[in-house]
T-cell receptor, first 114, second 117 residues
Framework: IAGITQAPTSQILAAGRRMTLRCTQD?????MYWYRQDLGLGLRLIHY???????GKGEVPDGYSVSRANTDDFPLTLASAVPSQTSVYFC?????????????FGPGTRLTVL | AQSVTQPDIHITVSEGASLELRCNYS??????LFWYVQSPGQGLQLLLK??????LVQGIKGFEAEFKRSQSSFNLRKPSVHWSDAAEYFC???????????????FGSGTQLTVLP
């Protein structure tokens, strides 16, 4: 069982380009999340999805969009990347999406925007 | 809104020494509290969590944490640290909100643990 996979592992991107970070889980979890991790700031929630077909905004959603067409996949799109979006991005999932749920994290995508 | 403070950015201990990592939270009701660990280049892994009941919680890898409501704290402890415990540790608080909103985790900024041989 792979758990959560993310692709790519790392990417260098020119400012203004469009980029989609991929996330797939095989645990049949209802809820999925995207976080960004920046030094000294911990993890901040970008977007979440409590179930397939629904999405919501987290703490830092501006400049990002998500979709949840099915249970397994939760891609994160940067429509026009800016240098401030340089970060490590983590996808996570949890069984039900409740506040007490354990979240399971992918290995991360390191994104550099120049 | 909930918040989490980890006052120690970096802690260094010798292998075999005891460890305590501090975590303070702010939330109006009884929170869900978590400790996650992140090894270099990896995602986060759950060490332990607290919902209710016994305030001393046992986790994986020999870690434990104690919930102290009066101090709004949830400190992580280990009696004897191993070199493999070197990692970054994150405390998080989970709080339920109205349906349709993000029932999200709020993470602290992390504590980097270095273990000396």
């Amino acid at each position: 069982i792979a758990g959560i996979t993310q692709a790519p592992t790392s990417q260098i991107l020119a400012a203004g380009r469009r980029m989609t970070l991929r996330c797939t889980q095989d645990m049949r979890h209802n809820a999925m999340y995207w976080y960004r991790q920046d030094l000294g700031l911990g993890l901040r929630l970008i977007h979440y999805s409590n179930t397939a077909g629904t999405t919501g905004k987290g703490e830092v959603p501006d400049g990002y969009s998500v979709s949840r067409a099915n249970t397994d996949d939760f891609p994160l799109t940067l429509a026009s990347a800016v240098p401030s979006q340089t970060s490590v991005y983590f996808c996570a999932s949890s069984e039900l999406g409740g506040p007490g749920d354990t979240q399971y994290f992918g290995p991360g995508t390191r994104l550099t925007v120049l | 809104a909930q918040s989490v403070t980890q006052p120690d950015i970096h802690i260094t201990v010798s292998e075999g020494a005891s460890l305590e990592l501090r975590c303070n939270y702010s939330y109006g009701a009884t929170p869900y509290l978590f400790w996650y660990v992140q090894s270099p280049g990896q995602g986060l892994q759950l060490l332990l969590k607290y919902f209710s009941g016994d305030t001393l919680v046992q986790g994986i890898k020999g870690f434990e944490a104690e919930f102290k409501r009066s101090q709004s704290s949830f400190n992580l402890r280990k009696p004897s640290v191993h070199w493999s415990d070197a990692a970054e540790y994150f405390c998080a608080v989970g709080a339920g909100r109205s349906s349709g909103s993000a029932r999200q985790l709020t993470f602290g900024s992390g504590t980097q643990l270095t273990v000396l041989p």
